[in-house]
């Protein structure tokens, strides 16, 4: 018998966190239209559909598994690299000196501004989006 | 001539056997031959001429480079490469021309290594199987080989297996013999997956040791650039080549290590190979199983140390990867708006209108998904429940490894993937979320660690498909990873060159 192979476990050594669980820390399911709403104000992104809004239920669930881990007194991990004192380079310019080239890459530009549709415009009532993305086409 | 390593085919230059014109000509070809498996979004044919006649006069004048000079490479298309499309597979950047290269790819140029083309991925390096591209899915080249053919009966243009993801395009071009190396990006395994399920090299280096200058970020915290050739040793030679400090990156370090050769015949009775019972995961496939004994026993049998370990932590890792991705995701896909590049909506009654048109029509729901879930863990009444947790949890992983790693254990080792490749028709059942969550389940540890890792391929699976193995090495130490990588290579004698 070679020992090496019995280090490899034969069978699995933990199973999946079952999702319907009662365990699980509760949380509510839906997320409420009110939510809904603002997070598609502040990612200017929508949902689409109801299977979106799904998608993100299912999203959160998954997250909820977190809370089953024990972190009291540790500290959030921001960077890997946190042990040590990354380089700073010299406060010297290098480069630059590119407007051209960047503006021609924007599909609407005068000489060098990007031109934007108007501000401080807010995002239209949820009901009168879905009307607007309906006619965008792409 | 195309299934040479890059060691080989760089004496066969040196010597004259061929020029760097006719290489890059017949890789040319071979990408026109294996247009079906849809690995290249762009093929740059003039400039890659340009460049290998460039390195063609260099040889006659007998003054190459180095051991990169006039070897094709391929790019995952999320590295901004000069005046040439970069896409990410995303009808946001469909048309966006970088105006400058990515620090690696401005690297491998100035050894004289010539571009051939731009590869396919999941839109934005988002997923495990390269199906959710603007252009496309990628099909695995091992589809249409005899043993897969014979073995499963199947018919591949109806049938084929997925490369994996989210490099998929970059690891097909490799294993298809159209480019001798290919950067991909490497996130959550983006670049071990796809190399596992395609049978080539694919490493992740430590994260720091390599430029992510001009590679498009997913989660700036994890992502790196990743190499896949077939061989170790050529892994070795570009990551030499890469490494190394960039004063456009300031998240690079200093290897401690130069990567010089690696050592021909390496003495694995010095070291000690940890196995981390916690990697034998539900839904492990049995000859994936059986092929992680096999190495294990190998090791032993050569008179290593090789030792079961535990890394409690693991089965949390996907779930906190899950929260940390979707909100970097959130952050970092809040730069595409239209305005300064890329696709922009019509619509133009406000800023905010047209911001939201522009990213509804240029992201797919794979994207958007992780925008919104990111955006939910990150308002304020979920930052400290989510987003903190998760990073707590991060530590704690990462602190399973270094306790393992100070314990003894030179190198872990792991099965990069749960199976060989999936059939396109069995995996499109779930949505790419449920999939990357199971597919990532190895890999994604490693990010978050910041750790170097490997996937060798070792075997073929009993469909004929191939099967790739992890090595796991501390910080810094990818040159003792490489060197242990190669030892195993030179032993289960994989036919990288069977796409001939």
Redesign the interface.
Known sequence: M????T??????????VDLQSPTLPHQPRE?PADLVD???R???????NQE?LA??E???R??D?????D?EG????????ED?A????DDKV?EGD?AE??L?????TVEEY?V????N????KREE?AG??KH??? | MLSLSIREISLALREGRISPTELCRKCLNRIKKTHHLNAYITVTEELAIEQAQEAESRFNRGAHKGPLDGIPFAVKDNFCTKNIKTTCASKMLKDYSPPYNATVVQKLLDQGAVLIGKTNLDEFAMGAGSTDGAFGPVRNPWSYLSPYRDLTGVDPNSDWVITGGSSGGSAAAVSSLTSFLALGSDTGGSTRNPGALCGVVALKPTYGLVSRHGLIPLVNSMDVPGIMTRSVNDAATVLGILQGIDVRDSTTVQNPASLSDLPEDFNVKNICVGIPKEYHAPGLSPETLVEWGRLADMFEQAGARVEQVSLPHTQHSIVCYHVLCHAEVASNMARFDGLEYGHRSRVDSSTEAMYATTRHEGFNDVVRGRILSGNFFLLRQNYERYFLKAQQVRRLIAEDFKQVFRSGVDVLLTPTTLADAARYTDFTREDNRTRSAQEDVFTQPVNMAGLPAVSVPTTLSSRGLPIGLQLISPAFQDKKLLAVAQWVEQRVGFPYSSCN
């Not at chain 1, 598994?65 to 881990?69: I, T």
């Not at chain 1, 540790?74 to 690299?81: C, F, K, Q, T, Y």
């Not at chain 1, 021609?104 to 609407?108: F, P, R």
Request: proline share 9%.
């Open positions: 070679i020992k090496g192979h280090q490899v476990p034969s069978v699995a050594t933990w199973n999946p997320v603002r997070l598609e502040l990612a200017l992104v929508d949902f689409r979106g998608c993100l299912k999203a959160i998954f997250a598994q977190l809370h089953v881990v972190t540790v500290d959030p991990l921001d960077s890997v690299l040590r990354l380089l700073l380079r290098l590119c080239e960047l021609e890459l924007s599909k609407s990007f934007a549709p108007p501000g415009i807010p995002l239209p989006r607007m993305l965008s086409s792409f």
